[in-house]
């Protein structure tokens, strides 16, 4: 079983690795994922934690840790707070302070370091939107790729980190888009898992004559209805969504009929009243927590929110309660059930001018080692970490776990980065302000794909 | 005496500290914006000197139009909502005697000096379709609530309100102040001719209060202007940027959209803006009052 | 007649300020009320909640982990710094300007009054770039300088009227003792401008004491950070918890509020000084 689970999870990431790049952006093909290289030449890897102590001056080290993470007691955040916590202890001369802001708060003065001067360890995504730019600058140190060899990180979740074959960072999750849905309240109401977008829009409308909000959808922040968008997309040119978006940003058409459709279907949800009133100005915790609170039935975000299954603040009869499916297929469309939306995201990388910069790498690939990011993240309910977990699997896996694993498992084909990060930066900022507007109508469809187009010039 | 008056070095140094102050932390970002709005600048790596492209992109720039939309109407609502209200509330105020005069006067100031960031996120709770107050008042009269106050063509409004909401105390109390300079002998005057209170309002006080007026309509203009942190913290511009404003965006475009240069050259003609209106407002008024008197 | 329609006229008159008063206090009393109870009692359709159990613990939660204490040291210390620096430049470059003979001074007056004209978040993107570059960021200096610069040009202005208005007879009387400027400036002028002090040591506070767009931008760890960042932390440290998030905030403001209100007479006498000049 766990063999067979750990070829899947390869497969899968493998044809992960096969899209990630965003195309025009993508600087070099995908092929060399990490694992050939492992088998092609076997070497015994120096991993630094092994050095003793001896070796290293009795200085006091100051490591600055720049977090997306501000949730220090639930999930990731509670995750990396644990090895910080045991990293200092196992080195006293070491301390390590956290910086951690919310996402958006996050990239912003992510940037504003970036021109002069960060913290030595950073959150960063392997997302063209994102790094582009941050590798042009040449702020981030580049890291030595063998020494991960064994950190048996997926095939392929190294790409998106790299520029011109060297490695600038390491991922930390494997993210899918979902659905979480409370499994309670849909049967006490008759309610079934959608199969097709038509039963999701039946199913939405049945929510809502129960007078409760169907889909909880952070739209306030731009980003997660455009990873919903990519959902969609899938759905419709199923493997092909990767060449036509990364077609679209080399151009700046996104005229293509795809698009137009996914749009189009995106914006017959919101007009079906499908996601909470308000959603387009309402932030990511108020989003949550209508959903964790039960008002409403559905929530749309990352695997990473699988969490929830164990947060303490989480009433029981709810967080015990949450199951998840993905995007329902499109009638006509190319992509299948198990087509699925997901990426390698979300990961850490060093400053480059830190001035312990050793000490950076040190605590980076002390991060890294399989039992701790990996295996933590997952006895903490987190989702998919970017890394092998089959050695970590206990049986005592949330059902959330389990079913994602599932997803993961059965997937056919996973789309690679979300739409909104294939771009530049300015692209990004576009879309998620315009999409916005093209799901609460005030924007035409056509309107909207001619503005995100003149975002890529 | 004028000798000990005219001492260089002396008046150096007294004038030293501001000056080094005002070049340091004022004239020197101003230079510096200057140039990096010529430059097509990312924020990292090099720089590039792109002459006047910037300044073409802005002027096409429907998001930096519709920033400087948003405060000219933010700047009508402050002068016809919350002014005439706090005229009216401070002419009211100013009929009352004792103790209960000055109570009103402290709980109207009250949201003032409380922090800009408590008050947008307390907003924002209150605007909460779900579970805010503003619906829950709205299903107290029989609406069924579930009122998005934040949507594209509402959230504009709800920024005015919050604004005006925060700023009533600060305006009401240079009118009040402004009222109570007024000297009582024209009220009673007037009390004797038998005029009431509505006739003794636009007749004695409006008139009278014009100078005072004239400061808060400019610093209404002006705050209008530069409004920036309620925003950035309720609507951070959005829904598709109807409710932006211009500090809001430059700071956007800088840190989020890596467009350090372009959000430099918005910060230029944001200060030119907003020059260019308090010398003309000051003009304009100045004029007025030379051309009465 | 007249009677009646003199106490007709009374109502209208609370009835108007009693419903000002309940706008301006009521979203304030509906924030202590909610951060009093539990996070699924928000979902109500009440206008306040009477909680089951009042949770004291949301008010432990935001008063440790918000970092209270060292915030409101962090707010305090920066703010009275900033006020004492901005009231000495400002009546030394106000005194410079209006008393002393020389060719600049309407100029340099000007210039330095002017600065209230600027936008002080245009400045964001520049001062950025040259903190950085000085490593002044993360330091107290990054929230003191811009401070005491946004704020002099009107401490400067209402010195200026202040100055102006004050009787050059004493003055003459201590350059006869032999006073040199400095003691003029600061034992004779000073002194006699401790209303004007008042009222733009109170403006400074109040400009500066909630700026959170310069802290949040210049600052990093939470060594200096400021009050508003109680807040700003928060919601994303306890985002799926409104009761404590409440609590921050109703914490947060209190500060301020309970000096205000202790002092409420002198505070609105002194903004209405300065507000009614400037």
Known sequence: MKKRMLTTLLTAAMTASVLTGCGGLAKESASTAANDEAAAKPQIVDVEENETPAERSDEAVKLKLFSNLPDRKNGQGLVEQMIIDEYMAENPDVTIEVEALDEEAYKTKFKAYAMDGMPDVVSIWGQPAFLDEVLDAGVLAELNEDDYLDYSFIAGSLEGFKKDDKLYGLPRNTDIMLFYYNQKMFDDNGWKVPATMDDLLTLCTEIQAAGITPVAMDGGDGWPMACFLTDIMVKVTGINYADIISNAVATGDFTAPEIKQATQILVNFADAGMFQVGYDSQDYGTTMNLFTNGQAAMYCMGSWDASMALNEDIAPEIRDNIRVFTMPTVEGGKGGANDIAAWNGGGYAVSVNSAVKDEAIKFLNYMYQPDKLSKYGWENGVGMSAQDQTAYLTGNETELQKQIMEILKNATSVSGTPINDCGPSAFKTAIESEIQGVSNGSTSVDDFLAAIGAACK | ?293 | ?278
């Open chain 3, 1 to 278: 007649m007249k009677e009646n329609n003199k106490k007709i006229g009374k109502v209208v008159l609370w009835v108007v300020l009693i419903a000002v008063a309940v706008i301006q206090l009521f979203p304030l009393v509906w924030l202590v009320d909610f951060s009093l109870g539990s996070s699924n009692e928000m979902f109500t359709n009440g206008l306040l909640i009477i909680p089951e159990k009042i949770r004291w613990d949301n008010y432990v939660k935001a008063f440790v982990d918000g970092n209270f204490l060292h915030y409101l040291r962090n707010s305090v210390l920066i703010n009275t710094l900033a006020v004492v620096l901005v009231v000495f430049i400002s009546i030394m470059a106000a005194f410079a300007c209006q008393r002393m003979k020389w060719k600049l001074n309407g100029f340099v007056s000007t210039l330095l009054v002017m600065g209230m004209m600027i936008p002080i978040h245009a400045t964001l993107l520049p001062n950025y770039k040259i903190y950085s570059a000085l490593h002044l960021t993360d330091t107290i200096w990054a929230l003191l300088i811009p401070y005491v610069a946004f704020s002099m040009p009107q401490g400067m202005f209402l010195m200026t009227g202040f100055i102006q208005a004050l009787p050059k007879e004493l003055e003459e009387a201590a350059v006869m003792d032999g006073c040199g400027i400095y003691r003029i400036v600061f034992q004779i002028v000073t002194p006699l401008l401790k209303p004007s002090i008042a009222t733009v040591a109170i403006m400074t506070f109040l400009n500066n004491w909630n700026e959170f767009m310069m802290a949040s931008t210049y600052l990093s760890t939470p060594t200096w950070k400021t009050l508003p960042f109680s807040v700003l932390e928060f919601t994303g440290e306890y985002s799926s918890n409104y009761a404590v998030q409440f609590a921050v905030m109703a914490l947060t403001a209190a500060p301020a509020v309970i000096v205000y209100v202790i002092l409420n007479k002198h505070i609105t006498k002194g903004v209405a000084m300065g507000a009614v000049k400037g």
């Open chain 2, 1 to 293: 005496m004028k000798k000990l008056y005219s001492n260089k070095p002396v008046i150096f140094s007294l004038v030293l500290p501001g000056l080094l102050v005002f070049l340091f932390a004022v004239m020197a970002p101003i230079g510096l914006s200057v140039y990096y709005g010529f430059t097509d600048y990312s924020g990292m790596g090099e720089v590039r000197l792109i002459g006047f492209d910037n300044y073409v992109d802005l002027f096409h720039d429907n998001a930096f139009g519709r920033s400087l939309k948003n405060s000219l109407l933010l700047a009508v609502g402050f002068i016809c909502i919350q002014h005439p209200l706090a005229i009216l509330v401070a002419a009211v105020l100013d009929k009352l005697q004792g103790k209960a005069e000055g109570i009103f006067r402290c709980i109207y100031f009250i949201p003032n000096v409380i922090s800009v960031a408590v008050i947008a996120y307390l907003w924002k709770f209150i605007y909460n379709p779900d579970f805010g107050l503003l619906n829950n008042i709205a299903k107290a009269f029989g609406h069924p609530g579930k009122i998005n106050w934040l949507s594209q063509q509402n959230a504009i409004w709800a920024v005015l309100i919050v604004l005006i909401w925060h700023g009533f105390g600060w305006g009401m109390l240079i009118y009040y102040t402004g009222i109570k300079n007024i000297d009582p002998v024209l009220y009673e005057a007037a009390s004797i001719d038998g005029a009431n209170w509505w006739t003794t309002f636009f007749g004695i006080t409006l008139p009278l209060m014009k100078p005072v007026i004239q400061i808060n309509v400019t610093m209404a203009v002006i705050s209008a202007l530069k409004q920036m942190e309620t925003v950035y913290l309720l609507t951070n511009g959005g829904p598709n940027n109807s409710t932006q404003f211009a500090a809001n965006y430059l700071y956007q475009q800088a840190f989020k959209a890596f467009k350090y240069g372009y959000g430099n050259a918005i910060g230029v003609v944001f200060i030119i803006i907003c020059v260019l209106v308090t010398v003309a407002l000051n003009s304009i008024f100045k004029e007025k009052r030379e051309s009465a008197a």
